[in-house]
């Protein structure tokens, strides 16, 4: 957020001082074009930088923590295809992870939320809708987004969740201002598996593995079959290197 008033601020400065230019020595039209295209620009690529951390605070990893403790992410579930597995996986190799879960398909799928739930891991909120043109919301319409789905992971697992994954990864200023409301945690990645995009498995096994660090948020998804086929592989890397796979809120209580 501090970023983000930098910016604003400087850029009115600058306009105030095209302004004055303006009207002592007169400048071209385009001046100004070049200023709100610098400041357009500035937000349209703040939007897709969480790590920017310019609209609202995000946690991207664990920076202080020493122990070998990483934490697996896997967004847009419940899934009816995958995430069952994905769990027994998970269980096979005793390792916890994170649902950012979509509201509609919790309230599609409530079992599969429940199971979630009774294996020990940490379910986030990741919006109700997934709209693809979620990030035009107003704030309103945010609050309600969030609101939703939290209510119906309470109703179903009777458990509150405080933490939030932006659809897309976006943030905007009516997302913030929505989230200061709600006073969630929001929750970014700092290795991204590009398991959406890539299909050979063995290729985001080896994107994952290679930037594997104590703390770090690993973004995977349990909507598509490629995560059954390199999830035990990156599991048995993590045991045979002693990391530990844990919730994200037990990631960040290490210190
Ligand atoms: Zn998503």
Same mark, same amino acid.
């Given at each position: 957020?501090?970023? $983000?008033?930098?910016?604003?601020?400087?850029?009115?400065?600058?306009?105030?001082?095209?302004?004055? =230019?303006?009207?002592?020595?007169?400048?071209?039209?385009?001046?100004? &074009?070049?200023?709100?295209?610098?400041?357009?620009?500035?937000?349209?690529?703040?939007?897709?930088?969480?790590?920017?951390?310019? #609209?609202?605070?995000? /946690?991207?990893?664990?920076?202080?923590?020493?122990?070998?403790?990483?934490?697996?992410?896997?967004?847009? &579930?419940?899934?009816?295809?995958?995430?069952?597995?994905?769990?027994?996986?998970?269980?096979?190799?005793?390792?916890?992870?994170?649902?950012?879960?979509?509201?509609?398909?919790? %309230?599609? #799928?409530?079992? /599969?939320?429940?199971?979630?739930?009774?294996?020990? +891991?940490?379910? &986030?909120? !990741?919006? $109700?809708? +997934?709209?693809?043109?979620?990030?035009?919301?107003?704030?309103?319409?945010?609050?309600?987004?969030?609101?939703?789905?939290?209510?119906?992971? !309470?109703?179903?697992?009777?458990?509150?969740?405080?933490?939030?994954?932006?659809?897309?990864?976006?943030?905007?200023?009516?997302?913030?201002?929505? =989230?200061?409301?709600? %006073? +969630?945690?929001? /929750? &970014?990645?700092? /290795?991204?598996?590009?398991?959406?995009?890539?299909?050979?498995?063995?290729?985001?096994?080896?994107?994952?593995?290679?930037?594997? !660090?104590?703390?770090?948020?690993?973004?995977?998804?349990?909507?598509?079959?490629?995560?059954?086929?390199?999830? %035990?592989?990156?599991?048995?890397?993590?045991?045979?290197?002693?990391?530990?796979?844990?919730?994200?809120?037990?990631?960040?209580?290490?210190?």
């Amino acid at each position: 957020m501090k970023n $983000f008033r930098i910016l604003t601020v400087s850029t009115i400065l600058l306009f105030l001082l095209l302004i004055i =230019l303006d009207t002592t020595d007169g400048i071209a039209l385009w001046w100004y &074009g070049l200023l709100f295209m610098f400041w357009f620009l500035m937000m349209a690529i703040a939007s897709f930088s969480m790590s920017w951390k310019f #609209y609202l605070k995000s /946690i991207t990893s664990n920076k202080i923590v020493t122990d070998k403790k990483i934490a697996l992410t896997f967004d847009d &579930g419940p899934n009816s295809e995958f995430t069952l597995k994905v769990l027994q996986i998970l269980k096979d190799y005793n390792a916890k992870a994170t649902f950012f879960c979509i509201g509609q398909n919790i %309230e599609t #799928y409530p079992e /599969i939320l429940r199971a979630i739930a009774d294996g020990g +891991h940490d379910i &986030g909120n !990741h919006s $109700f809708s +997934h709209d693809l043109m979620i990030d035009f919301n107003s704030t309103e319409r945010w609050l309600q987004e969030i609101k939703q789905t939290d209510n119906s992971i !309470h109703k179903i697992t009777g458990k509150k969740t405080t933490l939030f994954r932006p659809p897309f990864g976006v943030t905007t200023p009516k997302l913030a201002k929505a =989230l200061k409301v709600t %006073e +969630h945690k929001v /929750i &970014g990645w700092n /290795i991204r598996s590009f398991d959406t995009v890539i299909n050979n498995p063995q290729k985001i096994l080896k994107r994952i593995t290679k930037r594997v !660090h104590p703390g770090a948020i690993i973004l995977l998804h349990d909507k598509q079959s490629n995560v059954l086929l390199f999830l %035990e592989h990156l599991l048995q890397f993590l045991q045979d290197h002693d990391y530990q796979a844990v919730t994200i809120n037990e990631l960040l209580h290490e210190n």
